[in-house]
């Protein structure tokens, strides 16, 4: 039997261990599924004209460098596959999922762990002097998840040439990318042109806040890779739905334009309201989540979680991710009401 206690019921509970959005939905998304459910009657359409155009232009790279997948996972996957790397370099703490799909592919994992007394900043040069010969691929996340760290494209750059000299592909998770106030200076899309052993991976699932699309996307100049890709993906891989909604989504620059603010305003707010307290340590996020380091003895990530859950508020716990501990939790920035909420409940405990 379950003896956790029940969250009070006059709130609405609330993920912010989901990253997603606050705005939720767009209301293109909306639109375009609602007039145009008759299409799944009818199987997608292989080349994806549309879509593949809606993405390009989006990220102003060429047709033929756009690889599709069924979320973000899936083009790791396919990577992974690709490349078959008997030996990765991992940043820790970082995504899991990375892990776990490395495995299923026998990959020797070596993990670079980042410094808590630098503020899990990554040292890009002490980085590059971990990639040894025999490493097959590296996987960087920009932002990182679960610090909220952006990285320099001078730096990722930097990093892309080291990984050409030896032979490493490069794979650049992007997911949290376009919550950055200066996103376009930080992306490593613009490199594509010039490595062709990188690929950047995108999701739609947490900026749009539509992960049940199941769509991402990846942007790479490769033409080996893209041979192979076009003989062994299914070609028709992507919803009718899917292909639709997130067409006429990437156009929606309003939805674009307000995400952008509502984050920026919120991160700050949430950043300065948390930051009275001396008994947590916050990471100063760049996405559009933050990473707290719980600083009292008697407190750790469990009895926070349990506090939260009573009012409806769903926090990330540190404990199962590699290179934190119970002493940490992240959350993400929601609606300003959500968030006072959110705050509040946590300085009551912390």
């Known amino acids: 039997m379950n003896n956790m206690p029940l969250r009070i019921e006059q709130y609405e509970t609330v993920l912010f261990n989901a990253n997603l959005n606050p705005l939720g939905i767009p209301e293109s998304v909306k639109c375009a599924i ?5 299409s799944i009657v009818k199987y997608p359409d292989i080349y994806y004209t549309k879509l593949k155009k809606a993405v390009s232009e989006y990220v102003n790279v060429p047709l033929d460098q756009v690889v599709m997948g069924n979320g973000s996972t899936d083009l790791l ?3 992974s596959s690709l490349i078959m790397p008997k030996k990765a370099l991992l940043i820790s703490p970082s995504s899991s999922e990375y892990e776990n799909v490395l495995k299923a592919y026998n990959t020797e994992l070596i993990f670079y762990d980042l410094d808590e007394e630098k503020d899990f900043v990554l040292d890009m040069d002490d980085y590059i002097s971990a990639l040894t010969d025999d490493i097959d691929v590296t996987i960087l996340c920009n932002p990182n998840n679960p610090t909220s760290k952006k990285i320099e494209l001078s730096d990722v750059k930097k990093l892309a040439e080291a990984c050409k000299e030896k032979g ?11 919550f950055l106030d200066d ?6 899309i613009g490199l594509v042109e010039e490595f062709d052993n990188i690929a950047v991976i995108r999701s739609v699932s947490k900026f749009f806040a539509v992960p049940g699309l199941r769509f991402a996307y990846a942007i790479m100049n490769n033409n080996e890779y893209r041979e192979i890709i076009d003989r062994i993906t299914t070609k028709n891989n992507v919803a009718s739905l899917s292909a639709i909604a997130v067409t006429d989504m990437f156009k929606d620059e309003d939805y ?3 995400s952008r603010s509502i984050i920026h305003t919120e991160r700050s707010l949430v950043y300065l309201a948390m930051s009275t307290s001396k008994t947590i340590k916050l990471y100063k996020p760049d996405a559009n989540f933050m990473l707290v380091k719980l600083l009292r003895d008697d407190i750790n990530s469990a009895d926070v979680a349990l506090h939260c859950n009573k009012r409806g508020i769903i926090i990330r716990k540190g404990d199962d991710i590699r290179g934190l501990s119970k002493k940490y939790i992240r959350l993400c920035f929601m609606n300003p009401k959500q968030n006072d909420l959110m705050v509040n409940t946590i300085l009551e405990i912390v």
């Open 34 to 38: 609602k007039e145009n459910i008759s």
């Open 77 to 79: 996957k396919l990577f």
């Open 168 to 178: 490493i592909f490069l794979l650049i998770d992007e997911m949290y990318i376009e």
């Open 183 to 188: 996103y376009l200076e930080h992306t490593a």
């Open 256 to 258: 674009i334009k307000e």
